[in-house]
């Protein structure tokens, strides 16, 4: 075998277990994978049954209730134009309240509830999906550098979900 043949055989070997080595970390990272959905998404494509995906939006104006405990909350997250009722247990952030943004992390129930594994709350659109913040301030419902208008509410529009 000459030096030339050699040296192609070794990276051509090189490059086939690098290619070996990269798929086999892409499908142990797939599970861990978590996709971001808005309400509209989920409206329009389904939610992934057997997956974790994050919701985010705008917590519904009017729309918080709080168990007697104190542990369990249900709220409901729109973009503006769909909206999606969110079971939670656990202890909510500081930052939470509505009008302001949230994501979440959790599953669709089969009755259409999302439940929460975890909810993180954002303070401005920094930190909120470009598309949600550009629905908002197309609408009006945005006040810059503060999030939500101050007496805009969040009712869904026509065609969005109803209050389960």
């Given amino acids: 075998m000459t030096r030339k043949?050699?040296?192609l055989l070794v990276l051509t070997v090189a490059l086939g277990l690098l290619g070996g080595a990269t798929a086999l970390m892409l499908a142990a990272f797939q599970d861990s994978l978590v996709f971001f959905y808005?309400?509209?998404d989920v409206q329009a494509k389904g939610a992934p049954g057997d997956r974790?995906?994050?919701l985010g939006g705008l917590v519904e104006t009017a729309s918080v209730a709080r168990s007697t405990d104190g542990r369990s909350v249900t709220f409901r997250v729109t973009d503006g134009a769909h909206a999606i009722a969110v079971a939670y247990r656990g202890i909510l952030p500081d930052l939470f309240?509505?009008?302001?943004?949230?994501?979440t992390e959790g599953r669709m129930r089969p009755d259409g509830t999302f439940e929460?594994?975890?909810v993180l709350a954002k303070?401005?659109?920094?930190?909120m999906p470009r598309e949600v913040a550009d629905a908002l301030k197309k609408s009006g419902r945005w006040k810059e550098g503060e999030g939500l208008?101050?007496?805009a509410a969040l009712a869904p529009q026509a065609g969005a979900?109803?209050?389960?």
Wanted: glycine share 10%; aromatic share 6%.
């Fill in 97 to 103: 309240r509505e009008g302001q943004g949230v994501v």
């Fill in 38 to 40: 808005s309400p509209s």
């Fill in 5 to 7: 043949r050699r040296r």
């Fill in 149 to 151: 208008k101050p007496g």
């Fill in 116 to 118: 929460a594994r975890e």
């Fill in 161 to 164: 979900n109803p209050r389960p």
């Fill in 123 to 127: 303070h401005d659109e920094t930190y």
């Fill in 52 to 54: 974790s995906f994050r």
